[in-house]
């Protein structure tokens, strides 16, 4: 069974269009992420969801807007694409432990071609 | 200049040869990750450490917390050790800030 999956893999599109990604993960975790990955390869933080609430909104153009409408779900949607929004998109979980390290589990990326 | 810093940014080695790739941070940490992405691009975490020294089969990692370091050993390096290496620091709730990445090549 897959940990954390993403649909689409690949996505391929014209400027100026809308579109979506989805995440979700079946360990139970109640916080999820979505990371950006440039084509140097540097993964940056975008978003991270805590129990279906934002907790870290990173400096992101307001055209990406996530959605959860449950723990085990985070979904990215893109207005107006850009060429530069073309990277490979990230969805990540974790469980929330005061006492210890929290593993991330990644899933396996959405590579979004802006055309 | 980035908050997390990883030397070298490439390395070639031997089969056999053993590895080591440096990670430094300037900022406050609760825990530094390393993870490994594939390079068919998945990203598997590795180890999360906040003092000392953790070992998984023939990788080590260990952390200097005074120092702000971290390195990331392989023993016995194999072709399928090839792969990038990023170093990541936990600063504050649950973020994470990454390294650049080092591209490792183990040749036969």
């Known amino acids: 069974d897959t940990a954390v999956s993403q649909t689409p893999k690949y996505l391929v599109t014209q400027m100026g269009n809308d579109k979506s990604i989805k995440c979700e993960q079946n360990l139970g975790h109640d916080t999820m992420y979505w990371y950006k990955q440039d084509s140097k390869k540097f993964l940056k933080i975008m978003f991270s969801y805590n129990n279906k609430e934002l907790i870290i909104n990173e400096t992101v153009p307001n055209r990406f807007s996530p959605k959860s409408p449950d723990k085990a779900h985070l979904n990215l949607h893109i207005n107006s694409l850009e060429l530069g929004d073309s990277a490979v998109y990230f969805c990540?979980?974790?469980?929330?432990?005061?006492?210890?390290?929290?593993?991330?589990?990644f899933g396996p990326g959405t590579r979004l071609t802006v055309l | 200049k980035n908050e997390v810093e990883q030397s070298p940014q490439n390395l070639t080695a031997q089969e056999g040869e053993f590895i080591t790739i440096n990670c430094s941070y300037s900022?406050?940490?609760?825990?530094l990750h390393w993870l490994q992405q594939h390079p068919g691009g998945g990203i598997v975490s590795l180890f999360m450490?906040?003092?000392g020294k953790k070992k998984h089969g023939r990788l080590i990692a260990t952390i200097n917390i005074q120092e702000k370091h971290s390195s990331l050993h392989i023993t016995a390096s194999h072709p399928r050790d090839s792969a990038v290496y990023i170093c990541?620091?936990?600063?504050?709730?649950?973020?994470?800030?990454f390294g650049t990445g080092t591209r490792l090549l183990v040749s036969p």
């Open positions: 900022v406050g940490i609760s825990a």
């Open positions: 990540a979980s974790s469980q929330q432990r005061l006492s210890s390290y929290n593993e991330q589990f």
């Open positions: 990541a620091v936990e600063s504050g709730f649950q973020k994470l800030v």
């Open positions: 450490l906040s003092s």
